[in-house]
C-alpha cells in the first residue's frame, strides 16, 4: 500500500515556478508533521520544509526560504510545496516525508521520518 504519493515535478526554466503535491494515506498523515526532502544528484539528501500538524510551524532551509512555500490541507491528507523563483541548483528528487509525530523536533534530521514517497525529479534550466 502506498503511504505517500508525490506528484507536480518536471522540467521548468529558472525564474519559474513549480507546485508539488503529496497524497498520504489518512493512517499516515494524521497527527504526523510533514516535510520535503531533496537529494541532487551525488549529493546527500537534505531538508527542504517542514509543518507541523496544526500548520503553525513551517521551518524552511536557508536555501529556499523566501521562495518555497510549505502548506497543507489536513481534510485532503495532502502537503503541497509551492517553488518560486526557481535555480538551477533546485534541481533534484524531491521526497514527501511524514513524521513521528505531531510537531518537528528540532534539529531536523531523518531520524524523525516515520514515511517516505518514492520521489519525483525537479529539473530547473538556466
Known amino acids: 500500500q502506498v503511504q505517500l504519493a508525490e506528484s507536480g515535478g518536471g522540467s521548468v526554466q529558472a525564474g519559474g515556478s513549480l507546485r508539488l503535491s503529496c497524497a498520504a494515506s489518512e493512517r499516515t498523515f494524521t497527527f504526523s508533521a510533514m516535510y520535503w526532502f531533496r537529494q541532487g544528484t551525488g549529493k546527500e539528501r537534505e531538508f527542504v520544509a517542514a509543518?507541523?500538524?496544526?500548520?503553525?510551524?513551517?521551518p524552511y532551509a536557508d536555501s529556499v526560504r523566501g521562495r518555497f512555500t510549505i502548506s497543507r490541507v489536513n481534510a485532503e491528507n495532502t502537503v503541497y510545496l509551492q517553488m518560486n523563483n526557481l535555480k538551477p541548483e533546485d534541481t533534484a528528487v524531491y521526497y514527501c516525508?511524514?513524521?513521528?509525530?505531531?510537531?518537528?523536533?528540532?534539529?531536523?534530521?531523518?531520524?524523525?521520518?516515520?514515511?517516505w514517497g518514492q520521489g519525483i525529479q525537479v529539473t530547473v534550466s538556466s
Open positions: 516525508a511524514a513524521g513521528r509525530q505531531p510537531a518537528i523536533v528540532t534539529p531536523i534530521t531523518e531520524r524523525e521520518i516515520d514515511a
Open positions: 509543518i507541523s500538524w496544526g500548520g503553525l510551524s513551517t
